[in-house]
């Protein structure tokens, strides 16, 4: 299997992975051919790409760190919930309850898989952003938590407080909040009062710990003190609010918005590794870029010598130099496929990874 951008897809491609509408139903399922009116409907929906079976793929399994069909149906509950809130309702108790358990299986699932990656390259439509996007951030934020060895009962904590992180925006105008072209400074001011508003109605309405909430209001904090709503810097802000600041801006980079397109992972793993010391918390900046591949499983690269390959595993504090499945030579000539460990194989210690290849 292997990822392909929606602009490389051609009509009889064969669907990998199941992709998902609005609101959770299976849009194309596996094995599906490809056909230039699906291609049409995944460009107008706005998916960056989607993963396909091929000959050169064939032997490549990708295994996420949570399962498929649980990411989806926590991203249509908590878009149930996020659509109750900004009808100025208070949250019920059985979507209390939803979220509590959505949590806690995110947790199982990451649990079982703490040895893994995050691999996968996210598949969301522009529409329901905000949703998959609280979902990720979650998932990444439990998946440091894992790594900092925290135990259940904060790992449920941190979970909830990511899930809910962006929970204020309901509260701001849609407007403000699609718009394409650069903020006014009012907007601004506007935006970024979500933080604050996410907050206050957490702890009025939302029987929630206190970290959980606390972690919500300081997502936005940064490490040097730049951040808002406080400005506070270094360890005065809260370890999950140090946490989500990390995976909320590098889910944020990597997803296209209404005013630009998504940075590739490799490109926002560098901004976050680039932002250590400064924006986020250098410690918890070395424990996700080892737990966050760079590049995918799956996905296509260009070398520097000009070869393209595609990735079939990553490494751990090595997350610039996976193993790699070689599928043309320096001239774009078809090879016989051959392996590269560019972590250990010495004769490749001066090559690197320069682009995503179209194959």
Same mark, same amino acid.
């Given at each position: 299997?292997?990822?392909?951008?929606?602009?490389?897809?051609?009509?009889?491609?064969?669907?990998?992975?199941?992709?998902?509408? &609005?609101?959770?139903?299976?849009?194309?399922?596996?094995?599906?051919?490809?056909?230039?009116?699906?291609?049409?409907?995944?460009?107008?929906?706005?998916?960056?790409?989607?993963?396909?079976?091929?000959?050169?793929?064939?032997?490549?399994?990708?295994?996420?760190?949570? =399962?498929?069909?649980?990411?989806?149906?926590?991203?249509?509950?908590?878009?149930?919930?996020?659509?109750?809130?900004?009808?100025?309702?208070?949250?019920?108790?059985?979507?209390?309850?939803?979220?509590?358990?959505?949590?806690?299986?995110?947790?199982?699932?990451?649990?079982?898989?703490?040895?893994?990656?995050?691999?996968?390259?996210?598949?969301?439509?522009?529409?329901?952003?905000?949703?998959?996007?609280?979902?990720?951030?979650?998932?990444?934020?439990?998946?440091?938590?894992?790594?900092?060895?925290?135990?259940?009962?904060?790992?449920?904590?941190?979970?909830?407080?990511?899930?809910?992180? #962006?929970?204020?925006?309901?509260?701001?105008?849609?407007?403000?909040?699609?718009?394409?072209?650069?903020?006014?400074?009012?907007?601004?001011?506007?935006?970024?009062?979500?933080?604050?508003?996410?907050?206050?109605?957490?702890?009025? &309405?939302? =029987?929630?710990?206190?970290?959980?909430?606390?972690?919500?209001?300081?997502?936005?904090?940064?490490?040097?003190?730049?951040?808002? /709503?406080?400005?506070?810097?270094?360890? =005065?802000?809260?370890?999950?609010?140090?946490?989500?600041?990390?995976?909320?801006?590098? #889910?944020?980079?990597?997803? #296209?918005?209404?005013?630009?397109?998504?940075?590739?992972?490799?490109?926002?793993?560098?901004?976050?590794?680039?932002?250590?010391?400064?924006?986020?918390? /250098?410690?918890?900046?070395?424990?996700?870029?080892?737990?966050?591949?760079?590049?995918?499983?799956?996905?296509?690269?260009?070398?520097? &010598?000009?070869?393209?390959?595609?990735?079939?595993?990553?490494?751990?504090?090595?997350?610039?130099?996976?193993?790699?499945?070689?599928?043309?030579?320096? &001239?774009?000539?078809?090879?016989? /496929?051959?392996?590269?460990?560019?972590?250990?194989?010495?004769?490749?210690?001066?090559?690197?990874?320069?682009?995503?290849?179209?194959?």
């Amino acid at each position: 299997m292997r990822f392909v951008p929606t602009f490389c897809l051609r009509e009889g491609m064969i669907v990998g992975k199941k992709l998902y509408g &609005n609101n959770g139903q299976i849009l194309i399922s596996e094995n599906t051919e490809i056909r230039q009116s699906y291609i049409d409907k995944i460009k107008l929906l706005g998916f960056s790409g989607i993963y396909v079976e091929d000959n050169i793929s064939k032997d490549i399994h990708i295994k996420n760190v949570i =399962d498929e069909d649980l990411r989806i149906k926590t991203v249509k509950g908590i878009k149930e919930m996020f659509i109750e809130s900004e009808k100025g309702n208070k949250i019920s108790t059985p979507r209390i309850n939803e979220a509590r358990l959505m949590v806690e299986n995110i947790i199982e699932n990451i649990l079982e898989n703490k040895n893994l990656m995050v691999n996968m390259i996210d598949l969301k439509t522009f529409d329901d952003y905000t949703f998959y996007h609280s979902v990720n951030v979650a998932v990444l934020s439990i998946v440091i938590g894992v790594a900092l060895n925290l135990n259940k009962n904060e790992l449920y904590k941190l979970g909830l407080g990511a899930l809910m992180h #962006d929970i204020g925006k309901v509260f701001i105008e849609k407007e403000i909040l699609n718009k394409k072209e650069k903020l006014t400074d009012d907007e601004y001011v506007a935006i970024k009062e979500h933080s604050e508003l996410g907050y206050k109605y957490l702890k009025e &309405n939302f =029987d929630i710990p206190i970290t959980s909430y606390v972690g919500t209001l300081q997502h936005h904090e940064r490490f040097d003190g730049s951040g808002y /709503p406080n400005g506070k810097s270094g360890k =005065d802000i809260s370890l999950f609010g140090r946490i989500i600041s990390i995976t909320d801006v590098y #889910d944020a980079l990597t997803s #296209d918005r209404p005013y630009r397109k998504g940075l590739l992972p490799s490109e926002a793993m560098e901004y976050i590794m680039a932002s250590g010391g400064s924006l986020f918390d /250098p410690d918890l900046v070395k424990i996700f870029v080892k737990k966050i591949a760079a590049y995918p499983i799956g996905t296509c690269v260009k070398l520097s &010598n000009n070869i393209t390959a595609i990735v079939v595993d990553n490494f751990e504090y090595f997350v610039m130099r996976p193993k790699i499945k070689v599928l043309t030579d320096e &001239n774009g000539h078809m090879v016989e /496929p051959y392996y590269i460990d560019l972590k250990n194989d010495k004769n490749y210690m001066n090559v690197t990874i320069v682009d995503i290849a179209d194959m």
